[in-house]
């Protein structure tokens, strides 16, 4: 498996908090792939990146930041955390984008 | 944008049965069509995929279909066995957008020994 972490892989935060989420890769991927996981709605893009500094918005970016300030490290930012921002949280990288991507373990996020 | 649509959402078949998914896509110029597994409690892994110059792929019980005319796609299982028991995401990507692939909705299989 290619070498993708996520960190924290659990949280728990109260609604109005920020809260950031880390996707660390060892596979000097260019592109890098925040997605959201809810029943019913799949795997939602939320924000990608095909290269350092470089980020463009999914579907569902609306609450959401995202930096890319080194290669293997995209992190997403939640500014204000809502109860509606519960979900778990998948990263994935490529090596383009119509390569393989390759997933995290996930986060699992709650915001009470 | 793209749009996927896949079916069934929930799948249970008998060990030893075959599984078929179905995914249709939206946009015409999409050209390569991945497919995931996702176990519980892990992120979805790449299990097969197919590009449009190819109408079919096998790699041993699992097989593609792609159908460029019906804007259709299929992920065949034979032989399904309980470690099958997954959720299953299709996608597609459009080689005149993003290039991002827009994943289906899933689909929940279930095999029952």
């Known amino acids: 498996d290619a070498g993708i972490t996520q960190s924290p892989r659990h949280k728990v935060t109260e609604t109005g908090t920020p809260v950031t989420l880390r996707c660390h890769q060892t596979e000097n991927h260019r592109y890098m792939y925040w997605y959201r996981q809810d029943p019913g709605h799949g795997l939602r893009l939320i924000h990608y990146?095909?290269?350092?500094?470089?980020?463009d918005k999914g579907e569902v970016s609306d609450g959401y930041s995202v930096s890319r300030s080194k290669t293997e490290d995209f992190l997403l930012t939640l500014e204000s955390a809502t109860s509606s921002q519960t979900s778990v949280y998948f990263c994935?990288?490529?090596?383009?984008?119509?390569?393989?991507?390759?997933f995290g373990p996930g986060t699992r996020l709650t915001v009470l | 944008g793209e749009n996927v649509e896949q079916h069934p959402s929930t799948l249970s078949v008998q060990e030893g049965d075959s599984a078929v998914i179905k995914c249709t896509y939206s946009d015409s110029a999409s050209n390569y069509f991945p497919w995931y597994k996702q176990e519980l409690g892990k992120g979805p892994q790449l299990i097969i995929d197919?590009?449009?110059?190819?109408g079919e792929k096998k790699d041993q019980r699992i097989a593609v279909t792609l159908n460029k005319t019906a804007k259709h796609f299929s992920l065949h299982i034979t032989e399904t066995q309980p470690e099958d028991s997954a959720v299953y995401f299709c996608?597609?990507?459009?080689?005149?957008?993003?290039?991002?692939?827009?994943f289906g909705r899933g689909t929940s299989l279930i095999v029952h020994p």
């Open positions: 197919i590009r449009s110059n190819v």
């Open positions: 996608a597609a990507s459009t080689a005149g957008g993003s290039y991002i692939p827009t």
């Open positions: 990146s095909y290269g350092v500094k470089d980020t």
């Open positions: 994935a990288s490529s090596g383009g984008p119509t390569d393989t991507q390759y």
